[in-house]
């Protein structure tokens, strides 16, 4: 599975953004999705998942701010991220757990800043 993640942008404290990850091939059969982020000088940290069932996990900063779901009929995963808060500053990846294999995309720059 070959991932490719869009959609960052430099945004205003307050502001919204929506993320895609587009899959290279069907995500019926993955078994999780997710989105991580990774600050300068941090280790990458997990943001939200989505199972093949529809069952959502977000970290606890996220919470009531992002929203991860899919469309399986365009092979894509998002996050719809609001509320942005300069510590939301990083760069996110999309990845994919398949059959014990763990797949990542190319991140994509977050920047929240006045």
């Known amino acids: 599975v070959q991932l490719q993640a869009s959609g960052g942008g430099l945004v205003q404290p307050g502001g919204s953004l929506r993320l895609s990850c587009a899959a290279s091939?069907?995500?019926?059969?993955?078994?999780?999705m997710g989105w991580y982020r990774q600050s300068s000088g941090k280790e990458r940290e997990l943001v939200a998942l989505?199972?093949?069932?529809?069952?959502?996990t977000y970290a606890d900063s996220m919470k009531g701010r992002f929203t991860i779901s899919t469309d399986n009929a365009k092979n894509t995963l998002y996050l719809q991220m609001n509320k942005l808060k300069p510590e939301d500053t990083a760069v996110y990846f999309c990845n994919a757990y398949l059959n014990g294999a763990n797949y990542w995309g190319k991140g994509t720059q977050v920047t929240v800043s006045s």
């Open positions: 989505i199972s093949n069932l529809g069952s959502t």
């Open positions: 091939s069907s995500m019926f059969n993955i078994n999780w």
